[in-house]
């Protein structure tokens, strides 16, 4: 049963740490996707790859996230430097988009706090 | 823009009985996908069903079933004799502008299923 894996699954850190989340996609999707769910904004996109290339970041605040695709099986999403704001559960989906949308599925997500 | 309205923000219901989410969208797309996800208590975003806008048959998956008009703009969901674990938030989603994999969420309803 393929799925989409996270870690760290909970993070807790202070104000100005580095924070580092990583996604392992499922194995032949080619489309991975960062969300961020909070209780005031629910589920936004901040960014996504096709074939590891960056499609969109435009929902991610610029000076201090970075999302990044080393290779086809892991993506990252940094934050430096963190902040309280930045607490919320980050979720990672991948999909395999062949012309037409297909189903994402989302991993398990990180929670982050961050003090 | 695109835009997906879930209204009940909460439903409170007692096993076994029937209960339905509603979810209104917005689009001037003519081709367009719907989505539902399921988030339990763990957390995790599960996905139930994906619904392209040229198929308006209803679709019914054991318990679950879906509505979907076209001309009212809706993707009811509606589940059968609940169960104390279908309690959960549950998402409905629409695909982004031009049917592109930005999906466009809505708020969520929480479904509280009592024994």
């Known amino acids: 049963d393929a799925r989409v894996t996270q870690t760290p699954r909970h993070k807790v850190t202070e104000m100005g740490q580095e924070v580092t989340m990583r996604c392992q996609p499922i194995l032949g999707h080619n489309t991975v996707f960062w969300y961020r769910q909070t209780m005031m904004q629910g589920l936004e996109l901040l960014a996504y790859f096709r074939n590891r290339a960056p499609l969109d970041d435009s929902g991610m605040p610029k000076d201090r996230f970075s999302a990044e695709m080393p290779d086809a099986t892991l993506a990252t999403l940094k934050i430096q430097p963190s902040e309280p704001r930045d607490s919320a559960v980050y979720f990672c989906?991948?999909?395999?988009?062949?012309?037409?949308?297909?189903?994402?599925?989302f991993g398990p997500g990180t929670r982050l706090l961050v003090l | 823009a695109q835009k997906v309205t879930q209204a009940q923000t909460e439903i409170s219901v007692v096993e076994k009985e029937d209960v339905t989410l509603d979810c209104v969208y917005e689009t001037r797309d003519t081709t367009y996908y719907l989505f539902w996800y399921k988030q339990p208590p763990s957390g995790e975003l599960v996905f139930l069903i994906r619904r392209n806008s040229f198929d308006e048959q209803n679709e019914i998956s054991g318990r679950y079933s879906w509505n979907f008009q076209k001309s009212t703009s809706s993707f009811n969901f509606t589940i059968t004799a609940s169960q104390v674990v279908d309690s959960a938030v549950y998402f409905c989603a629409l695909s982004g502008e031009g049917g592109s994999e930005k999906l466009v969420f809505g708020k969520g309803t929480k479904l509280t299923v009592n024994p």
């Open positions: 989906a991948s999909g395999l988009v062949r012309g037409k949308l297909e189903t994402q599925y």
